[in-house]
Antibody, heavy 121, light 108 residues
Framework: EVQLVESGGALVRPGRSLRLSCAVS????????MTWVRQAPGKGLEWVAN????????YYVGSVRGRFTISRDNAKNSLYLQMNSLRAEDTAVYYC??????????????WGKGTTVTVSS | DIQMTQSPSSVSASVGDRVTITCRAS??????IAWYRQKPGKAPELLIY???TLQSGVPLRFSGSGSGTHFTLTISSLQPEDFATYYC??????????FGGGTKVDIK
């Protein structure tokens, strides 16, 4: 069974750091682009970052560029999101998601259940 | 950046109703649009990709159409599990992605 399981969410103070993880199973992780998407309380979905199969290409939404870093460890079947200089507006549920390796366009066919990050003093 | 405007933001409907949700892009996005359903407290689920291709396992009551800047998601006969929020997502500007603001479908 294909599965994505996020972890690492917590309550943190503004300006602090947090690292999210996404453990992957049931498919060849190294074959897929991966994505982080977040959802602030009561709000819509927001794309955060993408990473290619070997980690050599990374892309970010403007509001997190320079503060967040997406990475992966294919040997550990894991995706990460290092979040520095956290702000209140980063409060959200963070989802990891998979882009199918066969996709001609870009969409996410498998999602984790999410992990909650709350930034508050 | 490409903006995606969804309408309506909410709609009230009954089981068996036909529901249509629209997404307009701020510029042409070819057929690079996907649709997701998100039930309360759950992760999004992929319904349709490349404008009109139904994801495996998704019921045939869901369909997508459109081109250029105007796209629609239609639910032909609303079922109880379809009361949820729906999002469009464009990928014409890959590898950056944009979601629409969402359409909440609730019970009339």
């Amino acid at each position: 069974e294909v599965q994505l399981v996020e972890s690492g969410g917590a309550l943190v103070r503004p300006g602090r750091s947090l690292r999210l993880s996404c453990a992957v199973s049931g498919f060849t992780f190294s074959s897929n682009w991966m994505t982080w998407v977040r959802q602030a309380p009561g709000k819509g979905l927001e794309w955060v970052a993408n990473i290619n199969q070997d980690g050599s290409e990374k892309y970010y939404v403007g509001s997190v560029r320079g503060r967040f870093t997406i990475s992966r460890d294919n040997a550990k079947n894991s995706l990460y999101l290092q979040m520095n200089s956290l702000r209140a507006e980063d409060t959200a549920v963070y989802y990891c998601a998979r882009r199918p390796r066969w996709a001609q366009t870009w969409y996410m066919d498998v999602w984790g259940k999410g992990t909650t990050v709350t930034v508050s003093s | 950046d490409i903006q995606m405007t969804q309408s309506p933001s909410s709609v009230s409907a009954s089981v068996g109703d036909r529901v249509t949700i629209t997404c307009r892009a701020s510029q042409g996005i070819r057929n690079w649009i996907a649709w997701y359903r998100q039930k309360p407290g759950k992760a999004p689920e992929l319904l349709i990709y490349a404008t009109s291709t139904l994801q495996s396992g998704v019921p045939l009551r869901f369909s997508g159409s459109g081109s250029g800047t105007h796209f629609t998601l239609t639910i032909s006969s609303l079922q109880p599990e379809d009361f949820a929020t729906y999002y469009c997502q464009q990928s014409s500007s890959i590898p950056t992605l944009t979601f629409g603001g969402g359409t909440k479908v609730d019970i009339k």
